[in-house]
């Protein structure tokens, strides 16, 4: 069975810092890129950044670049999201999702992520 389960959320002042992990079983993790998205309240789902099976090839949101940052550890089989320079509008429920051939296959529960003014 396959498990994808981020952690790492909470609540954070503007300008803060947190580090989201997306802890992985029941997969080869390394056959899979994966993917950072996230929903605020309200809205629809977006992307927010990705990672290539490597390490590699990495793109952002650009709401996001130049503030977060992806990575991932093939030996740990976790992907994570180093995230600085918080805004409010940041706020929203954080996924990980695993990619296979260009489709997010799997997906966590997401973790909650709050940036207080």
């Known amino acids: 069975q396959v498990r994808l389960v981020e952690s790492g959320g909470g609540l954070v002042q503007a300008g803060g810092s947190l580090r989201l992990s997306c802890a992985t079983s029941g997969l080869t993790f390394s056959d899979y890129a994966m993917g950072w998205f996230r929903r605020a309240p309200g809205k629809e789902r977006e992307f927010v950044a990705a990672?290539?099976?490597?390490?590699?090839?990495?793109t952002y949101a650009d709401s996001v670049k130049g503030r977060f940052t992806i990575s991932r550890d093939n030996t740990k089989d976790t992907a994570y999201l180093q995230m600085n320079s918080l805004k409010p509008e940041d706020t929203a429920v954080y996924y990980c999702?695993?990619?296979?051939?260009?489709?997010?296959?799997?997906w966590g529960q997401g973790t909650q992520v709050t940036v207080s003014s």
């Open positions: 990672i290539n099976w490597s390490g590699l090839s990495i």
């Open positions: 999702a695993a990619n296979f051939l260009g489709e997010y296959k799997y």
